[in-house]
């Protein structure tokens, strides 16, 4: 599986999560986070946990990539970016053996909860969380 395709198929999630949510005005991208516009969500893949082995089955069965999700809202906005993350690590967080766009999500699981990573040079705060995704190969 291509990382390109795990954070395409977060992406995805991600943006019906939103729409669920009727939460509008973020923009969802992958590996990158633009300087405008102001309020966007970013999704990196990062090295996660080694691969696992199969039970009775030789070779590598499942992947373990990183993800991130990064959300930055409008300048001073503090509790805004960070209500929108919330509602994106509770989603992911109940991924337990579901297709997402054809590949089979064992579970997500978030490393810890939503943090204040840093404000920007326009005052514009970014929250991040890390999941260990485990994927069937």
């Not at 198929?9 to 999560?17: F, L």
């Not at 309020?39 to 089955?57: C, D, T, V, W």
């Not at 509770?90 to 404000?119: C, H």
Request: glycine share 8%.
């Amino acid at each position: 599986m291509a990382l390109t395709s795990l954070l395409s198929e977060i992406k995805t999630r991600i943006e019906a999560t939103l729409t669920s949510n009727s939460i509008t005005g973020y923009t969802v991208k992958r590996g990158e986070l633009a300087h405008k516009p102001d309020k966007q969500i970013a999704l990196y893949s990062y090295p996660g946990n080694g691969p696992s082995l199969g039970f009775g089955r030789p070779g590598l069965q499942y992947l373990n990539p990183g993800l991130q999700v990064s959300v930055r809202g409008t300048s001073t906005d503090y509790e805004g970016p960070h209500a929108v993350l919330n509602t994106i690590w509770e989603d992911l967080t109940t991924v337990q053996d579901e297709l997402l766009t054809g590949t089979r999500y064992l579970l997500i699981k978030a490393n810890q909860q939503p943090f204040l990573d840093s404000r920007d040079g326009d005052q514009r705060c970014l929250w991040k969380v890390n999941f260990i995704c485990e994927i069937e190969i």
